[in-house]
């Protein structure tokens, strides 16, 4: 009841992760947000397109398609997923690339079976910059596949730059407390993102992420007060 409108249930710290919820979990989180007045925003899986072994990335294609059904029992409009981590030493880019495009296009396909949208986060991992993150949507300019702009993960250059950048492609949000401003954390200019929101085409949630140490249900009330100011 902390005067928030939605809520995102992240796959991961569901009990028993990656194996996919029973129905009465699924449905039992589901009646709780409405109980308490709340929208589920999205949720999200931890997965790797960037492994080099095809076997294993058949494995991470399926963990999606399994959290794109549970998004859908929990009515989740957005299935949150990441690039990857692997360094893949003298794999040219192009190749991880490509491979990686062909796994969210079938993810893509599934999503839009099941009416979820597939949101891929810029998570300074293997795509860390706009310039690398508008290549995808152009790949693949379905209405099904979105960004979650992830505003810590822009750490190159001038953020807020980058957010303006991809703003077009976002279908949801990870509004943090901190931001890197050519390579250093620095406290996120709130009034500043959000007047780049207001006018851009995005009508969504705007989920908050408090990182750190602290009480982080103190963290995020105080979070959403600066927020709520500026909208």
């Not at 809520?7 to 996919?20: C, E, M, N, Q």
């Not at 950048?165 to 390579?183: F, H, M, P, S």
Request: proline fraction near 5%; glycine fraction near 10%.
């Amino acid at each position: 009841g902390a005067g928030f409108d939605g809520v995102d249930i992240t796959g991961y710290y569901f009990k028993g992760y990656p194996a996919v919820p029973s129905n009465d979990t699924i449905y039992g989180v589901k009646r709780r947000a409405f109980q308490k007045g709340l929208e589920i925003s999205g949720t999200g899986v931890r997965n790797d397109f960037t492994i080099a072994d095809k076997e294993k990335r058949k494995k991470e294609v399926q963990l999606v398609k399994d959290w794109v059904e549970v998004a859908a029992k929990l009515g989740a409009p957005v299935l949150r997923i990441f690039a990857g981590t692997q360094k893949n030493e003298g794999i040219p880019r192009e190749q991880i690339t490509d491979w990686m495009l062909k796994d969210i296009e079938t993810c893509v396909a599934y999503g839009k079976q099941n009416g979820v949208i597939i949101g891929f986060q810029n998570h300074y991992d293997f795509i860390q910059t706009a310039d690398q993150v508008i290549p995808l949507f152009e790949a693949i300019p379905s209405e099904w596949f979105g960004l979650i702009l992830d505003t810590g993960s822009f750490r190159i250059g001038d953020p807020y730059k980058e957010i303006e950048r991809t703003i077009k492609y976002a279908v949801n949000w990870q509004l943090k407390e901190k931001i890197y401003v050519d390579g250093k954390e620095v406290e996120t200019d709130l009034e500043r993102v959000i007047n780049l929101i207001k006018p851009s085409q995005y009508q969504g949630y705007v989920p908050i992420e408090t990182l750190g140490p602290g009480d982080p249900k103190q963290k995020v009330e105080a979070m959403l007060a600066r927020v709520k100011k500026y909208l």
